[in-house]
């Protein structure tokens, strides 16, 4: 048999996380190999949301600003309005003073994988892990090839086939708030009045519908704790189109996934291998958002893995060191937020949400965006934002 073919880092899904972090290990003159089991661009069912702390990350890694990801059409729209709603009625609107930025996920993802492969990483698309073995950082394709790297980053999503295998290697692996969403999404023809995002309660418990603008077509979603409301998921998503869009569902394009909502793992790897994104768990419990912590993360990953790399030290107690500092301490606030959220302000139909928007939506709207922690003891310092290189020297 044929040895393996063999790079310093091998990444295993091409999304935020994976092509973030293939950047940031070529950039610094690694050979880099990105592989994933479609060809992109490739459709991705989100709900397309950027938040300010999310530009300010690309910022940071890329170099990229804000206006020159909105004129190459990276960004597509931004607002600073939003509503909030329950079944009945409208709740709260309000202007808040960071916009929110919408993608379209295949073309976004798209972007950025662009981007790794400039910078040195090579990418392998359209063939799918069908083995990993973590502590080698070995995988298997269907293609039949076989891949090794000295470190090996799962970025391959919530259903990631690299976190089985360390799941089952990490004897005593648990996780945090075990929580894990369905979620459907609908794409429905646009309206032009239809360029403001909003939120809407009460159609499923713990979860929430979204009504956001998408690139020629409005973007319906709703998601709900797997454990909590999901077998009646399709019902209520389907009343929710009825009541937002007025359109025949029978017409619309409607998908459905699991994604993390409070699964985000202790583990967060085996011996050389690093699960980033997705793949860890890693989205925001309060609302679900993702994209911000797959690019910190494959950050993370890839500054754990330079900083171990030459002198041949396991990158996980570093990655784990970084993500504790910067990301997890953020999502267990979070998560506690979700259980105020679902238990607290639904009472009266989620009237006491209304209420508590109308005296506190600026320090929410802040805790969005990411200039404020979860923990409203203290706003974010840039800390935040440069924790790896702090953590590192």
Not at 173 to 185: E, L, Q
Request: net charge positive; charged share 20%; aromatic share 12%.
């Amino acid at each position: 048999m044929s040895s393996p073919h063999t790079v310093d880092a091998l990444i295993v899904g091409a999304g935020p996380a994976g092509a973030t972090a293939g950047y940031v290990l070529a950039r610094e003159g690694l050979k880099v190999l990105i592989l994933d089991k479609a060809r992109f661009p490739r459709q991705k069912i989100c709900g397309g949301l950027v938040t300010w702390k999310t530009l300010r990350v690309l910022e940071e890694i890329f170099g990229i600003s804000p206006q020159t990801l909105r004129s190459q059409g990276t960004l597509f729209h931004s607002t600073r309005e939003y509503t909030l709603r329950n079944r009945r009625r409208l709740l709260f609107a309000e202007h808040q003073r960071d916009p929110f930025y919408f993608v379209d996920r295949g073309r976004y993802d798209q972007f950025w994988l662009d981007k790794a492969i400039a910078a040195g990483a090579d990418a392998v698309q359209g063939d799918r892990v069908t083995g990993v073995d973590p502590d080698a950082g070995m995988v298997h394709t269907r293609g039949g090839k076989t891949y090794r790297g000295k470190a090996l980053i799962g970025a391959d999503g919530v259903l990631s086939r690299v976190k089985a295998s360390v799941m089952k290697h990490a004897a005593g692996g648990r996780r945090h708030y075990h929580g894990m969403a369905a979620a459907m999404v609908a794409h429905v023809p646009d309206r032009e009045d239809m360029a403001v995002p909003g939120l809407s309660f009460g159609y499923v418990p713990w979860g929430y519908a979204w009504s956001f603008p998408g690139p020629g077509y409005r973007n319906y979603g709703m998601l709900t704790l797997k454990t909590r409301g999901a077998k009646n998921l399709r019902a209520a998503f389907h009343e929710f189109l009825k009541s937002r869009s007025g359109a025949d569902i029978r017409r619309a394009s409607i998908y459905s996934r699991l994604l993390p909502y409070g699964c985000f793992t202790d583990v967060a790897g085996s011996k050389c291998t690093l699960l980033a994104g997705d793949a860890c768990g890693l989205a925001d419990p309060f609302l679900g958002e993702g994209i911000f912590y797959a690019h910190r993360s494959g950050q993370l990953a890839a500054e754990a893995i330079l900083s171990t790399h030459r002198v041949g030290w396991s990158p996980l107690n570093q990655y784990r060191h970084l993500l504790r500092r910067s990301i997890i301490y953020e999502l267990q606030f979070a998560s506690a937020w979700q259980h105020i959220l679902y238990r607290l302000l639904r009472l009266g139909d989620y009237r006491l949400l209304a209420i508590s928007m109308r005296y506190f939506h600026r320090p929410i709207e802040d805790v969005v965006q990411g200039r404020r922690s979860f923990n409203w003891r203290h706003r974010h310092n840039p800390a935040l934002y440069q924790m790896a290189a702090r953590c590192l020297f």
